[in-house]
């Protein structure tokens, strides 16, 4: 779907949502004392359903279908002949067969059972017949002119992919109507300017509830204890644990919590952001001239199946050549794959133990610092009462497990790419330190 298609889909606009309202609170409550209820939160508009930032711009190659799942529902990302993305239901309309396996011919999608060709707005394209065409049906164009395939809208903006994700699936995507704007999931609309930034990006795949890995990225304070040894920060680690005054502020379109020092003289430790459904934003500073932003989108794929998209965007380490003679890339990655491999156990407990239900009011006790997290889940709980998101796909006992048994692509859950990046970043050092070392010998 093109930005000029997304146009005539949007229903309301940036200047609505500006008069809608918002309230600022802040939290100094020491960190030892407990909080076990607060007022809901409710001024989040949106909810689960609607945009989300399905994969990065690299992972959707020409000429290669993208296989994921939003909510238990099978999904398929390609470019067609326009090089536009185009997201659609995994489904083949002749015979129900999965597109996993199919091509792309021209830009047209085909089924890998019977080679139904379909166009980039879903319909029929090989009008003539099937690949079985030694079978003789009287009635075949009028057959074909009827089958779709099943979409939903999907932009590409920024190097992300999007897609307006409502659970029902159509065939013609003029039928969506799309109650909020793509404007309030990009950063841009809150100030940042990314272009004046560089970035890295990995991707990684959990089994886990998604909703744990929100809370997780939203929870700043536990990198102190979990990641102090992994993060490059003097000023983080177990060793300089300290108490932060922090500022709450809730609008309809995001939940902002900032972190500061009590010592005023050190001034801000970190900014989070959550907008929904699944975007989260951590930076330092003022929105248009922090050093780096960090952006984690969160991609619910099944029950206990989740991705999320980490971008790291920069101010500094912008000149590619010594990025690269630095390693930075790789570097980057080793941190980014070591802090989700710290978290992941954690994730997988806590999914547990709340799916048992052990997670209640009675045995778990909020502090005052976990306020952001509680804002969350008042919004989520809304939420999943109004969207219902895992009712639109239900899955049970008797299921098929056919998507939940293909492995995950990405680490934690799959190592194999953290593998990589560690052998590639030992070959590389190994030639960095035996150039010089040849270059001694020649001139000896």
């Not at 990302?77 to 185009?86: A, F, G």
């Amino acid at each position: 779907m093109s930005e000029e298609e997304l146009k005539q889909f949007n229903s309301l606009s940036l200047a609505e949502e500006a008069t809608m309202g918002k309230s600022n609170e802040v939290n100094n409550e020491p960190n030892v004392k407990e909080q076990t209820s607060v007022k809901p939160s409710n001024q989040l508009e949106g909810g689960l359903l609607g945009w989300y930032a399905a994969c990065s711009s690299r992972d959707i190659k020409e000429g290669k279908l993208h296989n994921f799942s939003m909510y238990n529902e099978p999904l398929v990302l390609y470019r067609d002949k326009d090089s536009n993305v185009r997201c659609i239901k995994d489904l083949c309309p002749h015979r129900g067969a999965s597109f996993i396996g199919g091509e792309l011919k021209e830009g047209e999608l085909v089924c890998p059972y019977h080679g139904a060709r379909f166009s980039s707005k879903g319909e029929c394209t090989n009008l003539d017949r099937l690949t079985c065409s030694h079978i003789v049906e009287s009635n075949y164009d009028n057959y074909a002119k009827k089958i779709h395939l099943s979409q939903y809208p999907c932009v590409e903006k920024d190097g992300y992919i999007y897609i307006y994700y409502t659970g029902k699936a159509k065939t013609d995507l003029s039928d969506f109507d799309i109650s909020s704007p793509l404007e309030n999931t990009l950063i841009e609309t809150y100030g940042y300017k990314t272009k004046e930034y560089e970035y890295e990006e990995v991707t990684v795949d959990f089994k886990a509830d998604w909703v744990r890995i929100v809370e997780n990225h939203l929870d700043i304070l536990h990198i102190f204890w979990v990641h102090g040894g992994t993060i490059p920060d003097k000023d983080v680690s177990r060793n300089v644990i300290t108490s932060f005054n922090q500022a709450i502020t809730r609008e309809s379109r995001q939940i902002q919590s900032k972190y500061n020092h009590k010592d005023k003289s050190k001034g801000e430790f970190i900014t989070v952001k959550f907008l929904p459904p699944g975007r989260v934003i951590i930076y330092k500073g003022d929105e248009e001239t922090s050093r780096y932003v960090q952006v984690l989108d969160h991609i619910p794929l099944a029950e206990n199946r989740a991705r999320v998209i980490v971008r790291h965007y920069r101010r500094f380490m912008k000149n590619k050549i010594f990025t690269n003679i630095f390693l930075f890339r790789n570097l980057q990655h080793r941190v980014f794959y070591k802090v989700f491999s710290e978290d992941y156990i954690i994730l997988k407990t806590q999914s547990f133990n709340q799916q048992m239900g052990y997670v209640e009011k009675d045995n778990v006790k909020l502090l005052g610092e976990d306020k952001m997290v509680q804002y969350y889940w008042d919004w989520l709980q809304n939420a999943l009462i109004k969207d219902k998101p895992w009712e639109l796909h239900p899955t049970n006992a008797h299921t098929n497990t056919v998507h939940k048994d293909m492995p995950m692509l990405y680490p934690p859950e799959n190592p194999r790419l953290a593998i990589k990046n560690k052998r590639d970043l030992a070959i590389n050092l190994a030639i960095r330190l035996l150039i010089p070392i040849g270059m001694i010998l020649l001139i000896i």
